[in-house]
């Protein structure tokens, strides 16, 4: 069969996260080769190795180009079964030039200086259950732009705290795989570890993974079974089948003669990484499952441009070589040492208000109340039989119609005479933009504890009639968070805006595994609470006044003293001073760190007053100076939907109310005579 009828598989090395160049490299493949953008971007984004495409080598060649162009790494490989399945290691001998491994099958001899690629994996599921929690918790409390990939290290401890079980295989000189040993902890003879050996069935599944590396020249060590979405290499949980592990062995089976043929990383010469950069780098942080709208989130994310992509973490890890350049498979990896910056927590909850509106409603009903149990029953009659023969009722009926009917028409022409605005070329005003939410705090959902940029949650209670009644009401409006179009991000204060979210949740008391930690009273079976969210990534439309966002500047005073606070909390830095070695700092040396930190202070002073900002983050988004000016946050495929949704509400108010207007005027001509 030629290349040109023979089918390929392009196999990606995913990307932790988006960066600025995907959105271009998606329309290529969309223009291009007609390819699906959500599609591709599903297939780009997330924590391992994934099946791209397939196709003849012609086109699938091109796209491997292209990929590799943008920086990811990839393969064209032929589909193939596995030749033959694995030998389970019963002993071994360690000599000074090769290993004897005694398996169920026969003997496997592995030379000194021999090419092979090991596959160290969880049976049981456990290391993407690890990997999905602690994408959760990230996102929750540093937010999407701090996701950080899960280690080589990490890996391998989290494997071998669950089912661990490590195959490795012997290549020939033309990188075809010769024999398959598959070690399971427990299953083998340890005495031929000698010293090696240990107490731990874990541990020595560990020392002949050290032994395996030692002798073999070339060894390439995937720990990522599991988090790579490739054709037939699934892993099911054992919980959920008891066959789980059985259907597991095989899918490494697949994934393990599937990985030996991705020979190097897959880079073009003039981008190469050593191996082993890629593994870890390809673990990436963007998968989440569950939540539908934190699915969107990670998987679709249009915000999280700034998240440390592939590179980011190899030149982090480069950084831990040695000096031959290369990493061990087996070594563990040094922690990055990069500042972690979590999300700030929200802002106190202010003091609530006096509404007096409601209090002059509520002195309103209560007066009228008094005034009807005083007089008694005869005004209540008399009002009932003039207020209805007079037009009084069908006249206080219809304001209430004529007033909302023409509120939503005035909200509808308001959207429709609105231009939308670009962030980065926002004017001062009424403005309209869309675009997705970010963050600007640690904001969660305090029901379903998920990562959002706004919330409300209501407490309802039944009453004698078994009707629920809302008792309480909390919400995140004191919590501003950014709206990103892709032009740039601009700030929104959601304090009186008019808010509608897509996702409602209802919670009972006692249900798990929902946290209740909004109200502080005793929970029972009369007491519900529905939770609206806007989470995170999903995009919005806001209809708001902008206005100039003021930033107070530290002044050059207030910068050097607080340096000189700085310098004195740091014994290190003033030990630096201490020129005479007295361990007294005296009025010269003072003088001396004094003026340093006046010169890094105007350094300090003189760059933020030189970095020029972009006019969005000078801008805020919120409520307008006059009542009348809308101010509208809600979640909508796009402004048509708003507007005919507006126009569909405002139509049956207008009629109702005047038709009860002309039903008031009619009763009042009656009731005058005329």
Same mark, same amino acid.
Request: glycine content about 10%.
């Given at each position: 069969m030629s290349d040109e009828t023979k089918t390929y598989q392009l196999i990606v090395r995913q990307r932790p996260a988006a960066n600025p160049e995907l959105g271009s490299l998606l329309q290529l493949l969309q223009v291009d080769f007609g390819l699906d953008s959500y599609?591709?971007?599903?297939?780009?984004?997330?924590?391992?190795l994934a099946l791209f495409g397939k196709g003849p080598l012609e086109s699938t060649a091109k796209i491997k180009a292209l990929l590799q162009l943008h920086g990811f790494a990839c393969w064209l490989i032929e589909p193939q079964k596995p030749a033959f399945a694995s030998d389970l290691l019963r002993s071994l001998e360690i000599h000074s030039d090769y290993l004897l491994f005694t398996c169920q099958k026969g003997t496997v001899r592995l030379e000194r200086g021999a090419s092979v690629v090991g596959v160290l994996a969880d049976l049981s599921g456990g290391l993407a259950d690890k990997h999905v929690k602690r994408l959760l918790a990230q996102n929750s409390y540093r937010g999407s732009d701090a996701l950080e990939v899960i280690s080589h290290d990490e890996m391998i401890r989290t494997t071998l705290q669950g089912q661990p079980v490590f195959d490795f295989y012997l290549l020939d000189q033309e990188q075809k795989v010769q024999q398959v040993v598959q070690v399971m902890p427990g299953r083998f003879n340890v005495?031929?570890?000698?010293?090696?050996?240990?107490?731990?069935?874990?541990?020595?599944?560990?020392?002949?993974?050290?032994?395996?590396?030692?002798?073999?020249?070339?060894?390439?060590?995937?720990?990522?079974?599991?988090?790579?979405?490739?054709?037939?290499?699934?892993?099911?949980?054992?919980?959920?089948?008891?066959?789980?592990?059985?259907?597991?062995?095989?899918?490494?089976?697949?994934?393990?003669?599937?990985?030996?043929?991705?020979?190097?990383?897959?880079?073009?010469?003039?981008?190469?990484?050593?191996?082993?950069?890629?593994?870890v780098a390809g673990v990436a942080a963007a998968v989440v499952v569950g939540q539908p709208v934190l699915g969107t989130m990670l998987g679709s994310r249009d915000g999280v441009?700034?998240?440390?992509?592939?590179?980011?973490?190899?030149?982090?890890?480069?950084?831990?070589?040695?000096?031959?350049?290369?990493?061990?498979?087996?070594? !563990?990896?040094?922690?990055?040492?990069?500042?972690?910056?979590d999300l700030p927590a929200p802002p106190d909850r202010p003091a609530d208000k006096l509404n007096w509106g409601k209090t002059l409603m509520m002195v309103f009903v209560v007066a009228a109340g008094f005034s009807i149990a005083t007089v008694g029953g005869d005004l209540l009659r008399l009002i009932s039989r003039y207020g209805m023969a007079a037009g009084v009722f069908p006249a206080v009926l219809a304001v209430p119609l004529l007033w909302g009917g023409f509120h939503?028409?005035?909200?509808?022409?308001?959207?429709?005479?609105?231009?939308?605005?670009?962030?980065?070329?926002?004017?001062?005003?009424?403005?309209?933009?869309?675009?997705?939410?970010?963050?600007?705090?640690?904001?969660?959902?305090?029901?379903t504890q998920s990562a959002c940029a706004w919330y409300r949650l209501r407490k309802y209670r039944k009453d004698n009639n078994k009707s629920w009644k809302l008792v309480k009401e909390v919400n995140s409006n004191h919590v501003p968070f950014q709206v990103d179009d892709g032009t740039g991000r601009v700030i929104v204060d959601p304090a009186g805006a008019s808010i509608k979210a897509k996702v409602q949740q209802t919670g009972y008391p006692g249900q798990s595994p929902l946290t209740f930690t909004a109200f502080s009273s005793s929970a029972d079976e009369d007491e519900k609470w529905i939770e609206d969210v806007i989470y995170?990534?999903?995009?919005?439309?806001?209809?708001?006044?902008?206005?100039?966002?003021?930033?107070?500047?530290?002044?050059?005073?207030?910068?050097?003293?607080?340096?000189?606070?700085?310098?004195?909390?740091?014994?290190?830095?003033?030990?630096?001073?201490?020129?005479?070695?007295?361990?007294?700092?005296?009025?010269?040396?003072?003088?001396?760190?004094?003026?340093?930190?006046?010169?890094?202070?105007m350094r300090d002073h003189l760059d933020d007053g030189s970095a020029r900002k972009r006019q969005e983050e000078h801008v805020l988004i919120g409520k307008? !100076?006059?009542?009348?000016?809308?101010?509208?946050?809600?979640?909508?495929?796009?402004?048509?939907?708003?507007?005919?949704?507006?126009?569909?509400?405002?139509?049956?108010?207008?009629?109702?109310?005047?038709?009860?207007?002309i039903l008031a005027l009619y009763r009042f001509l009656q009731y005058i005579g005329i």
């Open positions: 599609t591709a971007r599903q297939r780009l984004i997330g924590p391992g005495d031929g570890l000698g010293s090696r050996a240990a107490m731990g069935t874990t541990q020595n599944l560990q020392a002949l993974v050290r032994l395996v590396e030692e002798y073999a020249g070339p060894f390439r060590l995937y720990c990522d079974f599991g988090l790579s979405p490739l054709p037939r290499c699934d892993v099911k949980r054992a919980s959920d089948s008891p066959s789980a592990a059985m259907e597991n062995l095989d899918s490494l089976s697949r994934y393990g003669w599937l990985v030996t043929q991705l020979e190097g990383d897959g880079r073009p010469a003039t981008n190469q990484q050593p191996d082993g950069v890629g593994l441009n700034a998240v440390p992509g592939l590179d980011e973490v190899a030149r982090e890890i480069q950084g831990a070589l040695g000096d031959d350049g290369e990493i061990p498979a087996w070594q !563990p990896r040094v922690e990055s040492q990069t500042e972690r910056r939503f028409l005035r909200l509808k022409r308001h959207i429709e005479n609105t231009p939308t605005s670009k962030v980065r070329s926002v004017a001062m005003g009424l403005v309209e933009v869309h675009g997705r939410t970010k963050r600007l705090y640690a904001l969660v959902a305090p029901m995170e990534g999903t995009s919005v439309y806001v209809l708001g006044f902008a206005r100039p966002l003021r930033e107070e500047r530290m002044s050059l005073r207030e910068r050097t003293m607080a340096r000189l606070r700085q310098l004195k909390l740091d014994p290190e830095l003033m030990e630096r001073y201490d020129t005479d070695g007295d361990g007294v700092i005296d009025e010269a040396e003072w003088q001396e760190a004094r003026n340093d930190a006046e010169q890094e202070a307008g !100076p006059q009542r009348s000016l809308p101010f509208i946050i809600t979640e909508t495929v796009s402004e048509v939907d708003l507007v005919r949704k507006y126009g569909l509400i405002s139509i049956p108010l207008l009629i109702a109310g005047l038709g009860t207007m």
